[in-house]
């Protein structure tokens, strides 16, 4: 998988969200986006990431930017997820990953001497226009919003 650069075009994509309802790439145009994938709704990492996430909304809603994790969790486990944490931002369902492989999310891990193929923790910071601004592979769960206001701060300079 080639991973993404800021100035390449993100990845279109449609899938379900936690509610049932298909979210396009395409419907955020106009608006910046924060797009990150995850390997599994309400484990440990996973859940202080989106909920470090969740807590920075207004900041990110006050600088025009959405946000969505995309993992392979179904649409029924996802909600669970968002309700159980307030979540309240949008879920999405890549069940066979394709999603995460033309974001260069998906990859070789390795966990207690094992070599697996996974989602491999990342982020991307998606302009009004579709342009990758930033991309972060292998990112720690939170350092998703410091480094994302980072890149909106520079941004702003």
């Given at each position: 998988?080639?991973?993404?650069?800021?100035?390449?075009?993100?990845?279109l994509?449609?899938?379900?969200?936690?509610?049932?309802?298909?979210?396009?790439l395409?419907?955020?145009e106009?608006?910046?986006?924060?797009?990150?994938?995850?390997?599994?709704?309400d484990?440990s990492?996973?859940?202080?990431?989106a909920?470090?996430i969740?807590d920075?909304e207004?900041d990110?809603s006050?600088?025009?930017?959405?946000?969505?994790?995309?993992s392979?969790?179904?649409p029924?486990?996802?909600?669970?997820f968002?309700e159980?944490?307030?979540?309240?931002?949008?879920?999405?369902?890549?069940?066979?990953?394709?999603?995460?492989?033309?974001?260069?999310?998906?990859?070789e891990?390795?966990?207690?001497?094992?070599?697996?193929e996974?989602i491999?923790?990342?982020?991307?910071?998606?302009?009004e226009?579709?342009?990758?601004?930033?991309?972060?592979?292998?990112?720690?769960?939170?350092?998703?919003?410091?480094?994302?206001?980072?890149?909106?701060d520079?941004l702003?300079?």
């Amino acid at each position: 998988m080639k991973n993404l650069n800021p100035g390449d075009s993100a990845p279109l994509f449609a899938l379900i969200d936690q509610s049932g309802g298909e979210v396009s790439l395409s419907e955020f145009e106009g608006r910046k986006l924060l797009v990150y994938f995850y390997p599994k709704a309400d484990t440990s990492g996973c859940t202080k990431q989106a909920c470090s996430i969740r807590d920075a909304e207004p900041d990110f809603s006050d600088l025009g930017v959405a946000a969505i994790g995309i993992s392979p969790d179904k649409p029924a486990k996802l909600k669970k997820f968002d309700e159980k944490h307030g979540l309240g931002f949008i879920l999405l369902s890549d069940p066979d990953s394709e999603v995460a492989k033309a974001y260069g999310a998906w990859g070789e891990k390795k966990m207690y001497g094992k070599t697996y193929e996974g989602i491999i923790r990342s982020s991307f910071l998606i302009d009004e226009s579709g342009k990758i601004i930033e991309a972060w592979y292998k990112i720690k769960p939170l350092d998703t919003v410091p480094k994302a206001r980072k890149a909106l701060d520079q941004l702003r300079a």
